[in-house]
């Protein structure tokens, strides 16, 4: 391999066109080819980036003119697409969650065994510049303990129905990005509380609103609130609170300006419309972090045990919004 990644994206929806975007402007990668099971769908990215486009997916996986993949096709498809393309020696960035069922997603660490390195899960929010931030200073102690993590994570509006219905529901495709926030903010999580509202008769899902409550082996709790329908736009706010003080990752606007007179002060226009906007530098930071990795082979994170982790709260936050109970997690130690 040179040092130059040569990049397939698999799967050219909503976020594998952002990835084909974003590799297109790296300096170190090339985007060399988009394939989707729909072969107008690869034809459209590839051709407006300068990519060749296939719709024989498997081919992709293992071609030799690649030597990494960014599985963005459906999520049920992520583990067997990553296992393909591990199998031909590719490096993998794999979107979130890993896959609906958490024995899935063991079996599939099973079979990469020592290759397991090899794959990145997309937890993109991990890279946003504010986060990165926010997590930095935790470490270096500038708010002493945590003990309170407050996120707020709400989409413009759901998604079309067929994503919907094999997105595995709220908590393993949207709140899954909070959880592996909240696991990296406050550590390994001992018990979850979750609560799910069904509040807008379009959406063709059990939930479209969640409230969870995540009490940490630190004894920190986090509590995640996320919609499905903010009119403002995308809602995305984290604060950590601590001993000796907080940190806070607020909204960000398309502009800056507030007005200040004698009825008040405000800011005008709303939050930035979706995650592509407002993650284009998560995006572009995940990534940068990817293609090292890959080009010097050391070990890829977020891991797939990272991505276990935040599936195993999914589907804890799952069965206790079912049952209303509380669920205690194994002590991993
Ligand atoms: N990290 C993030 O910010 C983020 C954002 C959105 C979606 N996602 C994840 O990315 C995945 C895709 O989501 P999306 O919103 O782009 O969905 P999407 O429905 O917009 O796109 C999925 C694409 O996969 C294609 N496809 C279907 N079957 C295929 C197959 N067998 N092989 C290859 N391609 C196939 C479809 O034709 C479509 O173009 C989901 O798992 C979702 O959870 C992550």
Not at 10 to 29: D, E, P, S, W, Y
Request: aromatic share 4%.
């Amino acid at each position: 391999m040179t040092d130059r990644l040569r990049i397939a994206v698999i799967g050219a929806g909503r976020i594998g066109a952002v990835h084909a975007r974003t590799i297109r402007h790296h300096l170190r990668a090339d985007l060399v080819l988009v394939a989707d099971a729909h072969a107008g769908a690869a034809a459209r990215l590839a051709e407006d980036l300068g990519a060749e486009s296939t719709d024989d997916v498997d081919a992709a996986l293992t071609s030799d003119a690649v030597d990494a993949v960014v599985v963005a096709s459906p999520t049920p498809l992520h583990v067997p697409h990553t296992l393909t393309a591990v199998g031909a020696g590719k490096s993998v960035l794999m979107e979130k969650p890993v896959a609906l069922e958490v024995e899935q997603v063991d079996a599939c660490i099973a079979e990469l065994g020592d290759r397991a390195g090899r794959v990145m899960v997309g937890f993109n929010r991990r890279f946003d510049p504010s986060v990165s931030e926010v997590h930095a200073r935790v470490r270096a102690g500038d708010i002493g303990t945590v003990e309170q993590v407050t996120i707020v994570s709400r989409d413009p509006a759901p998604p079309p129905s067929e994503y919907l219905k094999v997105s595995g529901g709220i908590f393993k495709d949207m709140t899954i990005h909070d959880l592996d926030m909240a696991r990296h903010l406050i550590g390994d999580v001992r018990s979850v509380h979750a609560v799910g509202q069904h509040l807008d008769p379009e959406v063709d899902d059990l939930y479209d609103a969640a409230t969870v409550t995540l009490t940490g082996r630190s004894g920190a709790v986090a509590v995640i609130v996320n919609s499905r329908h903010s009119v403002a736009g995308y809602d995305q706010r984290i604060e950590v609170f601590g001993s000796a003080g907080a940190l806070e990752v607020t909204n960000q606007r398309s502009s800056s300006v507030r007005l200040h007179n004698a009825d008040g002060t405000e800011q005008s226009g709303p939050f930035l419309p979706f995650f592509l906007e407002r993650y284009q530098r998560a995006y572009a930071a995940e990534l940068d972090t990817f293609v090292e990795a890959a080009v010097t082979g050391a070990a890829q994170s977020p891991s797939i045990a990272d991505g276990r982790a935040a599936l195993a709260l999914a589907e804890a936050a799952g069965s206790s919004a079912r049952t209303g109970t509380t669920i205690t997690l194994e002590d991993p130690s």
